[in-house]
């Protein structure tokens, strides 16, 4: 009796170990499965370290985005009306710490007057561009030959401090509604590129707080920021919790530059 109850004791060890084996050959087989699929899920992983990824990135990039290539796909362009100022060398240092380029669009007289803070901005890497010379929509609209003179001038001031030419332009108070289509035909025709706004941060008025606010709130749903700002004691204040805020988001912060496709309100791409 006791050699039969070790016999049973044998056989429904081997029953058990059988069993386990099969059960565990399909737990094996479902892992495998999984760890392919997991192979698979993460060629994105494989294509970044032999830079197979950055390829791909140019073929998808649209003729619109030239330049350098961005990370995130999300790109603010920090743009700045009205200097150079007092102000200027203030932003272009909490530019420097955190590492972004920024546009200036500025004033014919302000460039004299700021010489050497138009020479920092080219020589730091910004981008430089004009903003008229009288500031003033019925001086510069009176006629189309007047529109054109006033960027001239411009160029032609920032020419000689610089040494360096640009065509990138800002109208007062927007290329809309207030510009003549002829007085819009002439600068095109002219080679200039017009850049309008789609964050307006309100710097011109607005305590420093609600422009750090104006930006998390308006700039929320949109992968693309043209981002307004003025050279302004509060302005000054703001931009480096801005600058966070933008790259909390996953912004690429860039300047515009002369292959940048332009965005404004006449072409209805902001």
């Known amino acids: 009796m006791k050699y039969k109850s070790n016999i049973s004791i044998i056989v ?9 084996s099969v059960i565990g050959f399909n737990y094996f087989k479902g892992n495998v499965k999984e760890t392919s699929n997991y192979t698979e899920n993460n060629e994105v992983a494989s294509l970044i370290r032999d830079n197979t990824l ?48 920024a546009t200036f669009f500025m004033i014919d007289g302000n460039m004299k007057l700021h010489k050497d803070e138009v020479e920092r901005i ?24 007047n529109t054109l003179k006033e960027f001239e001038t411009c160029e032609n001031t920032f020419y000689s401090i610089t040494g360096e030419i640009s065509k990138l332009i800002r109208l007062p108070y927007g290329s809309k509604p207030y510009m003549p289509d002829a007085s819009h035909e002439l600068l095109k025709e002219n080679g200039y590129k017009m850049w309008d706004w789609n964050l307006d941060t309100q710097d011109w008025r607005a305590t420093t707080d609600i422009i750090v606010s104006n930006v998390l709130y308006y700039g929320r749903d949109n992968p693309n920021l043209v981002v307004l700002m003025h050279e302004k004691e509060q302005t000054v204040k703001a931009l480096d919790s801005m600058i966070k805020v933008l790259k909390d988001r996953g912004y690429e912060i860039m ?7 332009p965005h404004n309100y006449w072409d209805k791409n902001l």
Request: net charge negative; glycine share 6%.
């Open 12 to 20: 429904s060890i081997i029953c058990i170990a059988i069993i386990g």
């Open 54 to 101: 950055t390829e791909i990135i140019k073929k998808s990039i649209t003729p619109e985005q030239k330049g350098p290539i961005p990370r995130t796909g999300k790109i603010a362009y920090i743009t700045i009306d009205d200097g150079p100022s007092k102000y200027t060398n203030e932003i272009l240092d909490i530019l420097e710490k955190n590492d972004v380029k």
């Open 122 to 145: 080219q020589e730091d890497g910004h981008s430089a561009g004009f903003h008229s010379v009288s500031h003033d929509i019925k001086q510069l609209y009176k006629t189309p030959q």
């Open 255 to 261: 300047p515009i530059t002369e292959d940048t496709q």
